[in-house]
């Protein structure tokens, strides 16, 4: 029998570097098809892929903001900043080559642009730390998914319901003489949403400081003052952010015991 090609190495076999250099090949030229398709695109199709995954690298995400659906279908338009206005603050819809109709939306592609680099200053986090990035990423895509949440709180949703926090429903009884239309109220879904990202938060920001007090504790035993201390200012820029999600908590019905939390943000 000839020789069989070994395809399972056990992690003893090599040091961690040559088992990572094994596993970036592996995942670079996993796919020779693949390969020659990359190699004959157009070299500005290839550029804009290559700037494109550069972006998400960094946090800077092209999904999270929603596409940019024109002025007749925009469930934001009157938040929109970039149509003109009249004389009351009516949003004046313009043509459709003023806006950028299936790309991401200019308002919301700022804010989560911005939000990234508020964390990314704020909290100290080296860009080439994957880890801490994708906590960055995912605290700017809370707060903008919140910033939408209070766009339909603001504006109302396709039925008009969400400006008093409330939504109402209409239930269909068959009743002794026919039918019945029974209303019934209830807190809107987005307020569960907007609480719900906020334990989100809260919790990403728990698994950064697990992440910087580890730093500092491996720091201090080493006797590394200087970088310990940085670290300890660092921890205490976190705890401040956890102590603004505090919340307020809101009873619907008592019958029902039904609670729900609103975030409280100052931003």
Do not use: W
């Amino acid at each position: 029998m000839g020789s069989r090609r070994k395809l399972i190495s056990l992690p003893g076999e090599t040091d961690l570097a040559r088992r990572q250099e094994d596993a970036i090949n592996a995942l670079s030229y996993g796919d020779d098809n693949y390969e020659n398709y990359l190699d004959n695109l157009d070299p500005a199709k290839r550029t804009r892929i290559e700037n494109s995954l550069l972006r998400r690298k960094h946090g800077m995400h092209t999904v999270a903001p929603i596409s940019c659906a024109g002025p007749t279908k925009c469930p934001f338009f009157n938040s929109c900043p970039i149509p003109e206005r009249d004389e009351s603050g009516r949003p004046l819809p313009g043509n459709d080559e003023d806006y950028p109709l299936y790309r991401p939306c200019v308002f919301e592609m700022t804010f989560l642009q911005q939000k990234t680099v508020d964390y990314l200053l704020h909290l100290q986090v080296d860009p080439s730390n994957p880890i801490e990035m994708a906590i960055v990423n995912e605290l700017a895509v809370i707060d903008l998914y919140k910033q939408r949440a209070m766009l339909v709180l603001a504006n109302g949703d396709n039925d008009g319901d969400g400006r008093n926090f409330l939504k109402q429903d209409l239930e269909e009884i068959q009743g002794e003489h026919g039918v019945i239309l029974k209303k019934t109220t209830q807190l809107h879904p987005v307020i569960a949403l907007m609480n719900t990202q906020e334990s989100r938060r809260i919790k990403l920001l728990e698994s950064l400081m697990e992440t910087r007090k580890a730093k500092h504790d491996v720091a201090s035993k080493l006797g590394d003052t200087s970088n310990g201390s940085t670290l300890k200012t660092e921890l205490e820029m976190i705890r401040k952010l956890l102590e603004k999600g505090a919340k307020e908590t809101i009873v619907l019905d008592s019958k029902e015991k039904v609670r729900e939390a609103i975030p409280i943000d100052d931003d």
